[in-house]
């Protein structure tokens, strides 16, 4: 259990910073990024960013569902335009070529908005060639985390690493092939909500993201 997202991002910033203290373990020295994923990710990722001495920015991404079957992702979209497809999905759901460029559009249009208003207009980081270390509050089911790593790998990022403080088992163990490495201070069994691991879980508004992108260093 911890306190609030600033304990977890303490906890989380430790054990990050003990996995990748080895010389031929580091994500790149002052190259790294380390991205939040909106908005409850940002006040823990700006904990990991500030042990490391890394500059934060935020991850913005959205998953493109089946439209008869939202659950299932026909693949993902990022900023500047960067869509990851699984093309096996878009095959075996019979998705037309018309219909899918029109989810894309949809979705790109949410994703540039959303960047937009917690960026103040200002566009996301070039991440070509450069480690990335992607953190979230916590990881349920893991679909945002994976669309997360399609959209870095889209974009030539790597290595792209996921750090969380709690996180279903099954869904950490099923991101490990998505990820070049996973690092969860807790993977509890039975796992409920991500809130259900935090004393206090109060909502990130725009503003504390914006509040905290505006201190990091550049």
Same mark, same amino acid.
């Given at each position: 259990?911890?306190?609030?997202? %600033?304990?977890?991002?303490?906890?989380?910033? !430790?054990?990050? #910073?003990?996995?990748? #203290?080895?010389?031929?373990? #580091?994500?790149?020295?002052?190259?790294?990024?380390?991205?939040?994923?909106?908005?409850?990710?940002?006040?823990?990722?700006?904990?990991?960013?500030?042990?490391? /001495?890394?500059?934060?920015?935020?991850?913005?991404?959205?998953?493109?569902?089946?439209?008869?079957?939202?659950?299932?992702?026909?693949?993902?979209?990022?900023?500047?335009?960067?869509?990851?497809?699984?093309?096996?999905?878009?095959?075996?759901?019979?998705?037309?070529? !018309?219909?899918?460029?029109?989810?894309?559009?949809?979705?790109?249009? !949410?994703?540039?908005?959303?960047?937009?208003?917690?960026?103040?207009?200002?566009?996301?980081? +070039?991440?070509?060639?450069?480690?990335?270390?992607?953190?979230?509050?916590?990881?349920?089911?893991?679909? %945002?985390?994976?669309?997360?790593? +399609?959209?870095?790998?889209?974009?030539?990022?790597?290595?792209?690493?996921?750090?969380?403080?709690?996180?279903?088992?099954?869904?950490?163990?099923?991101?490990?092939?998505?990820?070049? !490495?996973?690092?969860?201070?807790?993977?509890?069994?039975?796992?409920?909500?991500? /809130?259900?691991?935090?004393?206090?879980?109060?909502?990130?508004?725009?503003?504390?993201?914006?509040?905290?992108?505006?201190?990091?260093? #550049?």
């Amino acid at each position: 259990m911890f306190q609030d997202r %600033t304990d977890a991002g303490r906890q989380l910033a !430790e054990l990050v #910073s003990s996995r990748l #203290s080895h010389p031929s373990r #580091s994500p790149g020295g002052d190259g790294t990024l380390v991205l939040g994923l909106p908005r409850g990710g940002v006040p823990v990722a700006a904990v990991v960013a500030q042990a490391l /001495g890394a500059r934060l920015d935020v991850l913005v991404v959205r998953k493109i569902g089946l439209p008869w079957q939202p659950e299932l992702a026909l693949g993902a979209v990022g900023e500047n335009g960067a869509v990851a497809l699984n093309a096996d999905v878009v095959r075996a759901g019979g998705v037309g070529q !018309e219909q899918l460029d029109e989810l894309i559009r949809r979705t790109a249009q !949410e994703v540039e908005e959303v960047a937009a208003q917690l960026r103040d207009g200002a566009g996301p980081p +070039d991440v070509i060639g450069r480690a990335v270390i992607v953190v979230d509050d916590g990881v349920a089911t893991g679909a %945002t985390a994976r669309a997360a790593a +399609d959209v870095l790998r889209g974009m030539a990022a790597g290595p792209v690493i996921l750090a969380t403080p709690v996180a279903a088992l099954s869904s950490a163990d099923r991101l490990r092939s998505c990820f070049d !490495e996973v690092i969860c201070v807790s993977t509890p069994v039975s796992f409920g909500s991500v /809130g259900q691991h935090y004393e206090q879980f109060e909502q990130v508004s725009v503003a504390r993201v914006r509040q905290l992108l505006a201190g990091s260093p #550049s």
